[in-house]
C-alpha cells in the first residue's frame, strides 16, 4: 500500500499546475546603475553549516517504489553535476522494509556532495541513525506534516511522542538537522516548540506549491479543501520571522522561478529549496536539464544585477514592499 502510495503522491504532484501565490505580492526595490559586472556575482551560501555553490536545493521528493527510483536517480545526478544539496525523500518506507532501502542509496550512488536523510517525527533516535547509515546522508531532514497525516486514510492518528523524538534526535545525532514543514507553512507557535526543543535550523516550507491537502483529498475522494484554511503561503512564514535571530531558515514551498528565489533570500532564508520545479525536469533529458538548471543559475545571477547586490548575505540590504 504505501510504494502504490509513493506512486499516486508522484503522479498528482505532475498533475498539480503552477500556483499564484504571495511570492507575486513581494515588490523588490531595483537599480538601474549596479556597478558590476555579471562575473562579479557571487551566488554561494550555506546549507546545514555547510558551504554551497548556490542557494538552492533539491528539496524532499519520493522514494520507495520503482518510479521514485528513477526519479531519484536522475536528481541525484544532476545535483552531483551541480554540486547541490539533495534531500531525500521520506526514508519511514525503507526503514520499515528494507528491500526499499535501494530506491534511496541509489542517489548516494551517484551524487558525492550534500544528501540529506529525511524521517518523520514518529521515528526514534535509532531509527533516525538507520536512515543516515543507509545512504551515508550529511544531514538530516524531520518532516512534520500532521494535517497530511491527518488527510491520509492510511496516515498517523498517534502524535504523542513527536516532542520527545524531535529532542530525542536533535540532541544526539552526530550531523546537522533541520526541522521542515511539507507544504502548510510553519506557524509561530510551532517554531517557538522547536526552539525549545532544540531545534537550530527550520524550512518553513509554505503553501503556494505543492498541496498535499489537495493530493489526498484525491486520493481518498473526500474533500478535504477546507484544511487549506490552517495553511500559512511562505512568504508570510518568513516575514513572521524576520526578527528570528536563534535560527537558520531556509524557504520552500511555491518556489517558482529565479526571481521567487531572490525573493526568499531577500526576506531572511539563507538557502530555498524546489521540489516541483525539478521534478518537471525528470521529463527531459540530462542535457535538457542540465541546460535548464545553467539558466536558472544565470537569471539568478541577473536578478542580482538588477537589485544591485553582489552576493547572497547583500540581500537582507535590498528595500521591499509586500502587497497586503
Not at 42 to 58: A, H, M, R, V
Not at 285 to 303: G, N, P, Y
Amino acid at each position: 500500500m504505501i510504494k502504490n502510495r509513493k506512486d499516486e503522491h508522484i503522479a498528482f504532484a505532475f498533475k498539480q499546475g503552477i500556483r499564484i501565490n504571495r511570492f507575486d505580492d513581494v515588490f523588490l526595490e531595483s537599480t538601474d546603475l549596479p556597478e558590476m559586472s555579471i562575473e562579479d556575482i557571487d551566488l554561494s551560501t550555506t546549507f546545514l553549516g555547510y558551504d554551497i555553490p548556490y542557494p538552492f536545493y533539491i528539496n524532499a521528493m519520493t522514494g520507495g517504489s520503482l518510479k521514485a527510483t528513477e526519479i531519484n536517480e536522475f536528481l541525484s545526478k544532476l545535483a552531483n553535476h551541480f554540486n547541490l544539496p539533495m534531500v531525500l525523500g521520506s526514508q519511514s518506507i525503507a526503514i520499515k522494509d528494507a528491500s526499499w532501502e535501494s530506491s534511496f542509496k541509489v542517489a548516494r550512488k551517484h551524487h558525492n556532495g550534500l544528501l540529506i536523510s529525511n524521517v518523520n517525527p514518529n521515528f526514534t533516535l535509532e531509527q533516525a541513525k538507520k536512515a543516515i547509515q543507509m545512504v551515508d546522508s550529511n544531514g538530516l531532514s524531520i518532516h512534520i506534516n500532521l494535517i497530511q497525516e491527518l488527510s491520509m486514510a492510511e496516515g498517523d492518528r498517534d502524535f504523542r511522542l513527536w516532542n520527545d523524538n524531535i529532542k530525542n534526535i536533535v540532541s544526539n545525532i552526530q550531523v546537522p538537522v533541520y526541522v521542515k514543514q511539507v507544504g502548510q507553512g510553519m506557524s509561530l507557535q510551532t517554531v517557538q516548540k522547536l526552539k525549545k526543543l532544540g531545534v537550530k535550523a527550520i524550512d518553513v516550507s509554505g503553501k503556494g506549491g505543492t498541496s498535499f491537502i489537495e493530493i489526498e483529498s484525491n486520493r481518498s475522494k473526500t474533500d478535504y479543501s477546507y484544511l487549506e484554511s490552517f495553511s500559512i503561503e511562505t512568504v508570510d512564514a518568513l516575514l513572521n520571522l524576520k526578527d528570528e535571530t536563534e535560527l537558520d531558515i531556509y524557504a520552500s514551498g511555491g518556489i517558482r522561478n529565479p526571481l521567487d528565489v531572490i525573493k526568499a533570500l531577500t526576506l531572511g532564508a539563507k538557502a530555498v529549496g524546489l521540489s516541483k520545479w525539478f521534478l518537471l525536469l525528470t521529463e527531459l533529458s540530462m542535457e535538457e536539464a542540465i541546460q535548464r538548471v545553467e539558466q536558472f543559475i544565470t537569471d539568478l545571477k541577473k536578478i542580482m544585477l538588477i537589485v544591485g547586490k553582489q552576493n547572497i548575505k547583500a540581500l537582507k540590504e535590498v528595500k521591499y514592499t509586500v502587497k497586503s
